[in-house]
């Protein structure tokens, strides 16, 4: 009597399994019945100020995930995300309100033209790396920062710029449930795209850069060109999100796009998880939903007698809170929400069994 075993458990025979975004049909089903969910329960299960959230949610993800790709997976320390997400803005801003440019050409060529920008300011980690690439990028920043402020010819300067109405092929995009179903066609696309970029050789190539550098040219890597591509990658992520943003508040000032902005991107993807798509997701919803929550808090004591006092000391008690989040996360759960959830997917997976 022959026995036929079979195999017991989930195995990978081939490189490219081992590739696979998905590693079961059931994952495909899951991710299926979620993006169902996202754009045909969501949209009518929410009223206007929590579609607001959601869009900011979406918006900052795609910003969070370029950053990702050059901190998590590059390991290039950069501080300058949140002027970079500003490049984005003020491109789509000038096109849409100057040239008279569609919706959607202004918001690419918005990531375009950041794009550019993160090139340039990648150029010194050729022979910068750590702390002094930081700097390099910070310097960044500011940069931008008084570009926004003092070119008022280009710009508008504190003024801003007033955009015109979105539309696409003809239909004006207004309300929040309208500009929800754009921004997370762009975030499910912009998604699905870096999970993609990390599973290639590119992928591969900044990860190894990220490990040793060092290692990395001796196995024929041109190092500094993928410094680059990275940088590029996630300058063109963070301008397409800020020219998103733009268009759907409709005007830009100077004032978001400060250091602080900057800070907010590195505390989503440290608290997601660092090398993590997914994570950039948990932190760029973790923050923003931090955000508003303090802005209510605050709105709240301000209507409460005797209690305004108290109001006006938490707006600015935020990065406060941003940095003690942080802190935490690196102490107790150094590999963000993503491990946790990573944690949590292990034991659905083993329930009921222990082992």
Not at 72 to 89: C, E, K, P, R, Y
Not at 226 to 239: D, H, N, R, T
Request: proline residues 3%; charged residues 10%.
């Amino acid at each position: 009597m022959k026995l036929r075993l079979r195999p017991c458990g989930n195995f990978k025979e081939r490189y490219i399994e081992e590739l696979a975004i998905f590693e079961t049909d059931f994952g495909r089903l899951w991710t299926l019945i979620g993006i169902v969910i996202l754009f045909f329960v969501i949209p009518f299960l929410f009223g206007s100020y929590g579609l607001y959230v959601l869009n900011h949610i979406g918006i900052y993800a795609i910003a969070a995930v370029g950053l990702n790709i050059l901190i998590g997976f590059t390991g290039q320390i950069s501080l300058g995300h949140g002027a970079f997400f500003g490049v984005g803005a003020y491109t789509a801003a000038i096109l849409m309100a100057k040239l008279g440019v569609p919706f959607i050409p202004a918001v690419i060529l918005g990531g375009i033209m950041t794009s550019i920008i993160g090139l340039i300011f990648g150029i010194p980690s050729s022979r910068l790396k750590h702390l002094y690439l930081t700097i390099s990028t910070l310097a960044g920043q500011f940069i931008l920062e008084y570009i926004f402020v003092h070119w008022k010819s280009l710009t508008g300067g504190t003024e801003g710029i007033i955009l015109p109405k979105s539309t696409i092929l003809g239909y004006t995009l207004k309300g929040d449930r309208t500009f929800f179903y754009v921004i997370f066609m762009c975030f499910v696309l912009f998604l699905w795209i870096a999970k993609n970029i990390v599973r290639t050789r590119f992928g591969r190539a900044f990860i190894a850069i990220r490990d040793n550098d060092q290692a990395a040219e001796g196995m024929g890597i041109p190092v500094f060109r993928y410094k680059l591509l990275s940088f590029g990658i996630s300058s063109f992520y963070a301008g397409f999100a800020g020219a998103l943003w733009a268009a759907y508040t409709g005007s830009i000032t100077p004032e978001p796009f400060t250091f602080t902005l900057s800070i907010e991107f590195i505390a989503m993807i440290i608290i997601g998880g660092l090398g993590s798509i997914t994570g950039s997701v948990f932190g760029a919803t973790f923050i923003t939903l931090i955000n508003e929550l303090l802005s209510q808090l605050a709105a709240y004591l301000m209507n409460l007698k005797g209690l305004a006092g108290v109001a006006m000391t938490i707006a600015p008690l935020r990065e406060f809170f941003f940095g003690l989040i942080i802190v935490l996360f690196l102490i107790f759960e150094p590999k963000g929400i993503a491990e946790v959830w990573r944690i949590v997917k292990s034991s659905f997976r083993l329930w009921p069994f222990s082992y």
